[in-house]
């Protein structure tokens, strides 16, 4: 039940991050770039943690994909934080 909300969220933020990437391109604002950002990352996180819960329980095949998308955000998450703080 809780894969199902999680992966609900998912696509959610995916939704929400395209909608912000748009308003960002037309109206250039850090603060908008910053919550489009974090949304990502939330998208990520949500999605590793249905992945990880589906590659326990059933295809073990999955734990490749799950390792690339923590490869992922452990490399997006520090250069988001760098550019945050250069003020971009």
Known sequence: MWTA????VFLLLIALTLVLGLFAAAR?????RRVRDLCMIGAGLALLAVIVERAISAEPLLWVIAVVLVAL????????????????
């Open 5 to 8: 909300v999680l992966f609900g």
């Open 73 to 88: 955000l452990a490399l997006v998450a520090p250069r988001l934080a760098k550019q945050w703080r250069a003020g971009n």
């Open 28 to 32: 250039p604002s850090p603060g908008l």
